[in-house]
Every structure is written in C-alpha cells, then in structure tokens.
C-alpha cells in the first residue's frame, strides 16, 4: 500500500514503484472508475481511428484463428508477391 495526497488542483501522484511497474510516463493516458468507494486507475493506450477495426471483436477473433491455422502447419508459404496472387485466385 502507498499513501499519496490530493493537491489543490485535485491531482495525485502515482508512486514510483507503480509507474515503473506499469511502465507508465508523463503524457500517457488513464482511465479513472468508481467502484463504490474505491477509485481505480486504468492505464490506456490510444489508438488512431484509422487503426479501429483491428481492435474490433471480430477482428480479433479472425486473428486469433488464423494463429492457431499456422500453429497447426495449415499455413502456405510462396516465394514472391505474383505466387501469392496466383493462391489466392485459386
């Protein structure tokens, strides 16, 4: 447990075994919940707009198939750009 204070602008100080732990620094982003009584600060990163729809579920999820399709040797390999066409216009 780390004691910290609240200043006069309402800010805190995250203690530094925290910051290091989270590899958190100045300028990065925190997300504040109330549970009850209790205030957690969730470390965010940012993602630009034009990034979003690999972060969307059922992005992910194709993601995550395609892994577990290569880890089971169910992947091709092809030499260049054109041989990649061709698999793929098969």
Sequence with gaps: MSLTKINPRGQITIPAKFRDILNCKPGDYV???MEGKI???I???LVDKEQMW???KEHQR???KAELELRQGKGK???NVNELIDELNE
């Design 54 to 56: 690999f972060w969307t």
């Design 31 to 33: 997300e504040v919940v």
């Design 77 to 79: 390999k092809v030499k």
């Design 39 to 41: 205030l957690k600060i």
């Design 43 to 45: 470390l965010k990163e």
């Design 62 to 64: 194709e993601e995550q």
